[in-house]
């Protein structure tokens, strides 16, 4: 019995070592080449595991791209970007102009296309959706119609995609740039996410934080929500958009509602919308794209009728995409009409005035019919490995609210420092010398700024 318990506790020991020994062992290199479109940039390819928990299973490759330091002599290393969406491609988010000069000049940029994005076996389902029933389900048969729509998309999706599908949340997401790391022969990388980019780098922080240099999260999708907040959250942050936009009008004379009650011009646009098909839900999904920017004098002619509808998009295939990483990555699982309900009543209870949230709820419900638990499942964040992790987000931002910046603040004190933007918009790093700067000056010397920038007057 002693030889055999000692055989099996051996055993245990080597599969262990093994499978830690499997995660680290060296990346295969990337070969560089001048990107084809883009002469500053070099391009190549990423090979990874397909599954992350059979990583001598069959593989992968992911584009990458990378903007070289401007200033070798004074490198610091290596900036893994990651532009959200999800959707976005890293690659190309690598090369752009966002950034300043003294960051590229002190880091190679690099952006990695998440799976299923881009040039790394991009998912494209989108033609599977239109035609669909009412996401907002007023009875049992209209949420029975929606659960099986949802459920042939998904099927036709998977079987288009193939095996990328079931492997692409953000857990094997992060996984992906350790092996980048390891590829390019850095000991530790810094990381800017953007918006659903801040969830690949919260993962980032918890699985790999002793591998972290500097981490900025800038407008972040809180990993630790449940399906309530998902949705409540950025319900109750919609209306707060929409209270400023109020406030902008009441003291801008250049707004075409200045000196009325904008509240009540807002309800009656919202009465005259239902006159056609579908239009209250155009409008609020407008509306909701207005605050975004923000664009108020936008907002203000959706009000009055001034200007159309026009056509709202993200990233080119972040509704296919989702399917696959936020579907993984939150627990967005509504199982029936009643509970979609009690979901709907507390989002309109909390959003009077925006009837909810355009992002979340259509993340949500484009989840019903999704199978089995999250791949990825949100949890109470533990960042107790990582550096002190920059957090930064506009107070006024209906995408990512400023509640889920705090509560990452909250969750980990002595890990993340915050810098609140006291304006609007989602996307905060660009929106100031004071919100860029203390980002610029955090990647450079790690020196946390100050709690808060002030709202640049429009």
């Not at 399917?323 to 909390?350: K, P, T, W």
């Amino acid at each position: 019995m002693v030889r055999r318990a000692l055989a099996t506790s051996l055993a245990a020991v080597v599969l262990v070592i093994s499978a830690g020994a499997a995660h680290a062992e060296p990346a295969r290199p990337v070969a560089w080449v001048p990107c084809p479109d883009n002469p500053d940039g070099e391009c190549g390819t990423l090979n990874v595991p397909l599954d992350w928990k059979k990583p001598w299973g069959p593989r992968i490759d992911l584009a990458i791209a990378r903007h070289r330091a401007t200033d070798p002599a004074r490198r610091l290393g290596v900036l893994v970007v990651d532009p959200g969406g999800p959707g976005g491609s890293a690659a190309e988010f690598a090369l752009s102009g966002l950034f300043s000069p003294e960051v590229r000049a002190r880091f190679d940029i690099v952006g990695i296309d998440q799976r299923g994005t881009g040039g790394s076996l991009a998912i494209r389902c989108a033609d599977l959706m239109p035609g669909g029933p009412s996401t907002h389900p007023r009875d049992e048969a209209g949420f029975t119609a929606l659960l099986r729509h949802n459920q042939n998309v998904l099927a036709q999706c998977r079987e288009r995609s193939g095996p990328i599908f079931d492997h692409a949340d953000g857990a094997s997401v992060a996984q992906d740039m350790d092996a980048a790391r390891r590829a390019l022969g850095e000991r530790k990388i810094s990381y800017f996410g953007l918006s659903y980019g801040t969830t690949f780098g919260q993962v980032y922080a918890e699985k790999f934080g002793r591998n972290l240099r500097a981490m900025v999260l800038d407008s972040v999708v809180d990993h630790s929500v449940d399906l309530g907040r998902f949705v409540g959250d950025r319900g109750a942050a919609s209306d707060d958009a929409l209270r400023e936009f109020e406030k902008w009008c009441a003291g801008t004379t250049s707004c075409v509602l200045h000196g009325q009650d904008v509240r009540a011009a807002w309800e009656a646009a919202l009465v005259r919308a239902d006159g056609e098909p579908g239009g209250r839900q155009r409008l609020l999904d407008d509306m909701y794209f207005a605050l975004r920017g923000p664009e108020w004098e936008y907002a203000a002619d959706l009000i009055t009728g001034r200007t159309g509808l026009r056509a709202q998009a993200f990233e080119p295939n972040y509704e296919s995409v989702r399917l696959a990483s936020v579907c993984q990555d939150f627990s967005l699982r509504i199982r029936n009409f009643r509970e979609y309900e009690r979901l709907r009543a507390e989002e309109l209870r909390r959003s009077p005035i925006m009837r909810g949230s355009f992002l979340g709820h259509d993340e949500a419900t484009a989840c019903i019919g999704v199978p089995g638990p999250p791949a990825n499942p949100p949890h109470r964040l533990d960042l107790s490995d990582a550096p002190k992790i920059l957090v930064i987000n506009a107070r006024y931002d209906p995408t990512t609210p400023h509640a889920w910046a705090v509560d990452i603040q909250r969750q980990a004190p002595r890990n993340a420092a915050l810098l609140t933007y006291e304006g609007w918009g989602h996307i905060a790093y660009p929106r100031s010398a004071c919100t860029r700067g203390g980002v610029d000056d955090y990647l450079i010397d790690l020196e946390v700024p100050a709690v808060s920038c002030p709202a640049v007057p429009r």
